[in-house]
T-cell receptor, first 114, second 113 residues
């Protein structure tokens, strides 16, 4: 059973460009969470999704950031018009669903904005 | 929302000694407390977790204790080894209806050979 997959592992963008980060949850997992980790800091919750639904996006900036988890395919975190402050490691985690709370993390995407 | 504080921020121990990391949380409704280990440039990996109906849990050299009244929980690593060197994060969440994890700021553990 493959673990949580993320790609790309490293992404470099210039200011003003768009960044698309992908997350494929573990097989059988229907819940996806995105977290952001700034250098030498802890992980901060951004958004929680189930298939085709955003459940909680309270940690996501209101502008430029969006997330989706379509019926088919990976979850996507999209950052439009990136700025230097967006440089961070973005981790996604997945869990099987109700009554099972353990979250398993992917390897992360390290975004660098030049 | 939930606020988790973690201490100390750095911890250096001699190989073979014990390491203890403490966390406090603010939301009395939180009922699930995992601990993650993150090596440099790697993903956070779950090493142990505890639920609020249990006061202590042990897995080989790692143990976690929970004091619901005081709203704090601790990670204990015994007989530390160089491979225990990493950043450790505590987290808290309410399992019912709110699965997002609130993390502590992390503790950098260095085990000296």
């Amino acid at each position: 059973n493959a673990g949580v997959m993320q790609n790309p592992r490293h992404l470099v963008r210039r200011r003003g460009q768009e960044a698309r980060l992908r997350c494929s949850p573990m097989k059988g997992h229907s819940h996806v969470y995105w977290y952001r980790q700034l250098p030498e800091e802890g992980l901060k919750f951004m958004v929680y999704l189930q298939k085709e639904n955003i459940i909680d996006e309270s940690g996501m900036p209101k502008e430029r950031f969006s997330a989706e988890f379509p019926k088919e395919g990976p979850s996507i975190l999209r950052i439009q018009q990136v700025v230097r402050g967006d440089s961070a490691a973005y981790f996604c985690a997945s869990s099987p669903g109700l009554a099972t709370d353990t979250q398993y993390f992917g390897p992360g995407t390290r975004l660098t904005v030049l | 929302g939930e606020n988790v504080e973690q201490h100390p921020s750095t911890l250096s121990v001699q190989e073979g000694d014990s390491a203890v990391i403490k966390c406090t949380y603010s939301d009395s409704a939180s009922n699930y407390f995992p601990w993650y280990k993150q090596e440099l440039g790697k993903r956070p990996q779950l090493i142990i977790d505890i639920r609020s109906n249990v006061g202590e849990k042990k897995d080989q050299r790692i143990a976690v204790t929970l004091n619901k009244t005081a709203k704090h929980f601790s990670l204990h690593i015994t007989e530390t080894q160089p491979e225990d060197s990493a950043v450790y994060f505590c987290a808290a969440t309410k399992v019912t209806g709110d699965y997002k994890l609130s993390f502590g700021a992390g503790t950098t553990v260095t085990v000296r050979a």
